[in-house]
Each structure stands twice: as structure tokens, then as C-alpha cells.
């Protein structure tokens, strides 16, 4: 579930969006998330809940597919990264892949906290059906811990993603589909923030 007052549609503004990740220095996080984690190239790669894509300025030579939701997002990505990829403006289903392609990694940066428990079994259940065997889940979220900065508890509150969890909480519901579940928790200084992230085999 995501927040949707005025504050929180002005997100959905492609501009606005990639503005706050700049600020909150969420696209240096996930470059460097993408550079150390995503090695095998070329590499089919599945990102859902892409936004306006903009981890492409990062990984080169890939085959890539990006589902979101958001209209504006997608045009964006459609127009700025035609080569090596396919874009849809739709909520991911693995029949929703005409093709019959398996994917290296699939991508979910920062979706899982947009979701609730019974949308995530939903997704992570789907995701295996298109995930190689030897594949990759790479997830991270904004995370709640203890002795948590309360300036970045106070931004995780604010955040548009209604189901932010705790490290535990992430846990349960990765480890229910993915046997091999490891994870590593991001302290950001300034601007405060707290990150997790996973990679998950199946
Ligand atoms: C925090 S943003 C992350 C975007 C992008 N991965 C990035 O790192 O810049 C979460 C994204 O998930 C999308 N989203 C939310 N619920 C979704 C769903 N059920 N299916 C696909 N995308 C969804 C939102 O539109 C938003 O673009």
C-alpha cells in the first residue's frame, strides 16, 4: 500500500522523484548495491517496481525488464532507455512475460515496503517461477531497528511505502520462499536513513 496525499502524489512526478533519491542519496546506495551484487554480465534482468529506471545509468550490458505502476515513470524510462529493454506499466505477474525468458537477477529496490504480507507471498511465489535456478532475488527496503537515529525513524515513518518492517519482519516473509536469505543493514549519516538489504537464492 503507498500514501497518496498531495505531498506524496507530487512523488509520482518523475522529476520530483528522481530529485528526493538524489537528495536522500538513494541512487549513489543503489549503484553501489547493483555494482558489488549484480557480477554475472550479460544477465537477464527483471526490476520490479523499476520507477523511472534510472539503475540503467549504472548496469551496462543486460537484457532488462522494468514493471511499475506508475504511468509517468514508465514513459520516462521508455523514452530514456530503449536499447536491451522492455518496459510495463503494470503490477508484475509472471504470465504477464510473453517470453519464454528466465532471469539472472530480479531487482526489488525499495517495493517491498510498498506492499503488504499477502502482496509479498503473492509476488515472491511469482518471482520464482521466472527466477534461474541459480538466480538471484536482490531486495532493499528502508528498516526499522533499535536504538535507531530519530531522524532517520522520523524520514522512515514519512516514507510514501505504508508497510516499512523490521529486519525479522523482512526475514519471515523472504525465508518463506527463499531458502539462502543474507542481508546487510546500511547506517546513512547524513541525510539520516537505515537501509536493508537482501540477496536471496532460491
Ligand atoms: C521507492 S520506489 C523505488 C523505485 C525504483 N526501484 C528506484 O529504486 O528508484 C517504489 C516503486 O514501486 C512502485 N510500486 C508500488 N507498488 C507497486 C506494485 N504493486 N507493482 C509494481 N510497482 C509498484 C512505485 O510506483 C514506485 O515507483
Redesign the pocket.
Known amino acids: 500500500m ?1 500514501r497518496n496525499n498531495s505531498f506524496y502524489k507530487l512523488l509520482g512526478n518523475q522529476h520530483f522523484y528522481s530529485f528526493s ?1 538524489k537528495l536522500f542519496s ?1 541512487t549513489a546506495f ?1 549503484k553501489k548495491i547493483v555494482n558489488d551484487l549484480v557480477k554475472k554480465k550479460p544477465a537477464n534482468i527483471l ?6 529506471a ?2 540503467l545509468e549504472s548496469i551496462k550490458n543486460v537484457n532488462y525488464y522494468g ?4 504511468k509517468n ?1 514508465i514513459e520516462h524510462a521508455k523514452k530514456r532507455y530503449r536499447h536491451n529493454s522492455k518496459f510495463f506499466c503494470k ?2 505477474s509472471a504470465k504477464k512475460i510473453k517470453e519464454k525468458i528466465k532471469f539472472d537477477y530480479v ?1 526489488l ?3 517491498l515496503h ?2 503488504n504480507d499477502k ?1 509479498v507471498n503473492f509476488l515472491l511465489k511469482d518471482i520464482k517461477k521466472v527466477l534461474k535456478k541459480n538466480g538471484t532475488l536482490l531486495t532493499y527496503d528502508p528498516v526499522y531497528i533499535s536504538n535507531q537515529n530519530i531522524i532517520a525513524k522520523k524520514f522512515i515513518d514519512l516514507d ?2 505504508a508497510n516499512v518492517r523490521t529486519k525479522k519482519e523482512y526475514f519471515r516473509l523472504l525465508k518463506k520462499n527463499f531458502k539462502n536469505v543474507k542481508s546487510k543493514i546500511y547506517n546513512q549519516t547524513f541525510i539520516p536513513y537505515t537501509r536493508l538489504t537482501t540477496r536471496c537464492l532460491i
Open positions: 503507498q533519491q538513494t543503489e526490476d520490479i517496481g523499476c520507477g523511472p534510472e539503475i514493471f511499475d505502476i506508475n515513470y503490477k508484475f531487482l529496490l525499495g517495493l510498498h506492499l502482496e510514501r511505502g
